[in-house]
């Protein structure tokens, strides 16, 4: 069962095509990385998965919920990690999490057993009650991850989650996803420009240049047809080795007063 399905969609910006015409879908309980250079039309297209941004043409679909007719339905669907930190420093983890739950209208019978099964999940109940200014960025990011899974999302998208992060927290960071994708059967939908993070944990890959799908597969078929030893080397190899511009990357703030009609 296909839990995203992206037919023909196209995002225009005037006359210049952002995005041209990309179909690919994702498994339910998959493990996806979208990959691209900056400025290839990633950004655009998780903007239109996570309904800020509306498709000029084509469909859609999240959980079986097209995002243009039933967007309340869609956002409910699924939690996210933006690349920039969104949780709130002045308040402690625990009432990070109560708000998040009252914002998508959790009971409180139910949030409340929920939010510490979470937070031990990413060792933070021991510290349910400190101020999350004096967290570690890992720590934030673990929040965060609990934060977006409060509602029972069926996806979770994560927009480099790992950036800035030294290596030893990486790697806990994907052992809490995993055993988040395995408890949970959720779908992780992810972004990241550390190539061998993609070949690691993804169990398909779909690289975006130029506003088009130019591959897509498991990382095993992406490294044969381009004959490379590793990920980065075929990603280089499909979409060229020149720099690009940087992406302004997905807005925080944007998406939440979009959610809550602010």
């Known amino acids: 069962m296909n839990i995203i399905e992206v037919k023909d969609a196209t995002k225009k910006f005037g006359d210049f095509t952002a995005v041209n015409n990309i179909t690919f879908s994702v498994k339910q309980g998959e493990n ?70 009252v914002m998508y209208a959790v009971p409180k019978s139910v949030y409340k057993p929920r939010i510490q099964e979470l937070l031990e999940l990413v060792d933070l109940w021991d510290r349910k009650d400190s101020l999350v200014k004096d967290f570690s960025g890992g720590m934030k990011r673990r929040l965060e991850i609990a934060r977006g899974l409060l509602h029972h999302p069926k996806v979770l998208f994560l927009d480099e989650p790992t ?82 511009e940087e992406s302004t990357g997905m807005d925080a703030k944007r998406l939440t007063n979009r959610m809550w009609g602010r």
């Open 32 to 101: 996806f990385a979208f990959l691209g250079p900056n400025g290839a039309g990633k950004t655009t297209s998780i903007k239109m998965l996570t309904t800020l941004l509306e498709p000029t043409s084509g469909s859609v679909v999240l959980n079986g919920f097209d995002v243009i007719k039933y967007p309340d339905e869609a956002r409910h669907s699924f939690g996210i990690v933006f690349q920039d930190p969104s949780v709130d420093t002045e308040m402690t983890a625990y009432e990070n999490m109560e708000l998040h739950a």
């Open 163 to 244: 950036l800035g992060l030294d290596p030893q927290t990486r790697n806990h960071m994907w052992s809490y996803i995993k055993n988040l994708n395995q408890k949970e059967g959720l779908t992780v939908f992810f972004t990241t420009h550390y190539m061998e993070e993609a070949d690691k944990n993804a169990d398909r890959v779909a690289i975006i240049d130029q506003g088009v799908i130019v591959a897509s597969g498991t990382p095993a078929e992406l490294k044969e047809s381009t004959k490379s030893a590793t990920l980065e080397d075929a990603f280089l190899e499909l979409t060229g080795k020149h720099i690009r």
